[in-house]
T-cell receptor, first 114, second 115 residues
Framework: AQKITQTQPGMFVQEKEAVTLDCTYD???????LFWYKQPSSGEMIFLIY??????QNATEGRYSLNFQKARKSANLVISASQLGDSAMYFC???????????FGAGTTVTVRA | DAGVIQSPRHEVTEMGQEVTLRCKPI?????LFWYRQTMMRGLELLIY????????DSGMPEDRFSAKMPNASFSTLKIQPSEPRDSAVYFC?????????????FGSGTRLTVV
């Protein structure tokens, strides 16, 4: 069974600073994908970034980067140059390649202060 | 593309009534998922379809819940009879299929309140 752990229920960050959201996972499968989603107060789920277990380089998408440490089974999300619009709940998720099911962590609430 | 479309956005119903939630996936996406989000349990996968066929319904809470996907462009999640503990936000999501780097596109969700 897959398990996703996000240990930070809530975080505060100053505008323009970087913030790191922790995510660890547990799986025995060699092939898997890791995702981060953003859920603002409006409720929609927004896909941010993806990392494959065999990808050699850490994924980046604009201000989002994924710090993937396979041996540690961690996939931390780094948001650089935080903006007020980054205030939201952030979810880490994982799926086995070919299985399609996406399992989510409990989420981390980020509040960006001006 | 209009994205994944869910209806209604909000639903308030009385305990014991039948509730039907609807979802239109992105055209060309082969896999469709129904998730439920609550404060207590977070995001739970209820059921998913691949090419209109239910692949895994192990997350469906009980027999009161049923889901169908009669064609590639439409799916329903039905609760009959509804109970207050079914109150949650229900999300539908779709993905092109194998190759997780596509990401899963979520609809805006249906906020269900059972009173």
């Amino acid at each position: 069974a897959q398990k996703i752990t996000q240990t930070q229920p809530g975080m505060f960050v100053q505008e323009k600073e970087a913030v790191t959201l922790d995510c660890t996972y547990d799986t025995s499968d060699p092939s898997y994908g890791l995702f981060w989603y953003k859920q603002p107060s409006s409720g929609e789920m927004i896909f941010l970034i993806y990392q494959g277990s065999y990808d050699q380089q850490n994924a980046t998408e604009g201000r989002y980067s994924l710090n993937f440490q396979k041996a540690r089974k961690s996939a931390n999300l780094v948001i650089s140059a935080s903006q007020l619009g980054d205030s939201a709940m952030y979810f880490c998720a994982m799926s086995r390649v070919g299985d399609y099911k996406l399992s989510f962590g409990a989420g981390t609430t980020v509040t960006v202060r001006a | 593309d209009a994205g994944v479309i869910q209806s209604p956005r909000h639903e308030v119903t009385e305990m014991g009534q039948e509730v039907t939630l609807r979802c239109k996936p992105i055209s060309g996406h082969n896999s469709l998922f129904w998730y439920r989000q609550t404060m207590m349990r977070g995001l739970e996968l209820l059921i998913y379809f691949n090419n209109n066929v239910p692949i895994d319904d192990s997350g469906m809470p009980e027999d009161r819940f049923s889901a169908k996907m009669p064609n590639a462009s439409f799916s329903t999640l039905k609760i009959q009879p509804s109970e207050p503990r079914d109150s949650a936000v229900y999300f539908c999501a779709s993905t092109p299929g194998a190759g997780s780097n596509y990401g899963y596109t979520f609809g805006s969700g249906t906020r269900l309140t059972v009173v």
